[in-house]
């Protein structure tokens, strides 16, 4: 077996559904759209969540998940990472969003520390227990995938399946939404998303952490009212 084969399986096992990462216990404000009745079926499951990933998420957890693999080339690595971490989790809006994200990042996290010799995950793990702003899932992901050199390429193909796997799962939960119309949604939208992630590489010679943040007002608000649902199957 190749090595290449054996990142490609690691990889897997990180991103797979039965990693204990919690990430199914959260909508990342799904919820409240569908609640709201802006979400509704198959159709505009797919419109929002191609607003959401072209207007909030490739330009904050896309973008940062890019300067990552960016920071190793420019020496002192690991704070360059923290300074994108903390950058990250300080552009999202809605509390609810940060904790989700940290927690889901700092779970992956402990179990890497677990399962890899990787030095360098040990010790970023001591700067999330220092710093409550450290830990972002994104980050994580590209930090161990940079570490353990899956590729650029192929770890970002990962955290976007990651990223929509885990929005259809929730909207399998939420809206009439049969199993074969989640998997041609999320096979529709990979794709797609991976061009909106190379249309923000395009311009990364001219991005800074400075940069990251959502352009998406409706939907951070419906992030925000999460918490206030009368009834909730999600945490976030």
């Not at 390429?153 to 119309?181: C, H, K, M, N, W």
């Amino acid at each position: 077996m190749s090595s290449d084969s054996i990142k490609v399986g690691e990889m897997l096992q990180f991103l797979d559904g039965l990693f204990p990462s919690g990430a199914f216990t959260h909508s990342f404000g799904l919820e409240t759209l569908v609640q709201e009745q802006w979400i509704t079926d198959v159709q505009s499951s797919g419109y929002w969540l191609k607003a959401i990933i072209q207007d909030s998420w490739a330009t904050s957890d896309g973008l940062a998940a890019l300067l990552v693999f960016q920071a190793v080339e420019q020496g002192s690595f690991l704070d360059r990472v923290a300074r994108i971490d903390g950058y990250l989790t300080a552009s999202r809006t809605a509390y609810e969003s940060q904790k989700a994200s940290l927690t889901i990042g700092r779970r992956i996290l402990a179990t890497a520390v677990e399962l890899l010799d990787e030095p360098d995950l040990s010790l970023y793990q001591q700067y999330t227990l220092s710093r409550p702003s450290l830990g972002n899932q994104t980050v994580i992901i590209a930090l161990i995938g940079m570490l353990r050199h899956w590729g650029c390429d192929a770890t970002l193909q990962g955290i976007t399946y990651f990223t929509l796997s885990g929005f259809v799962q929730a909207l399998l939960r939420l809206v009439p939404l049969g199993q074969r119309e989640a998997q041609k949604l999320l096979f529709e939208l990979k794709p797609w998303t991976m061009n909106v992630l190379k249309n923000v590489l395009k311009q990364i010679d001219f991005l800074t952490v400075e940069d990251l943040g959502s352009s998406m007002p409706v939907y951070d608000i419906a992030v925000m009212r999460h918490k206030d649902l009368y009834s909730r199957l999600f945490r976030s």
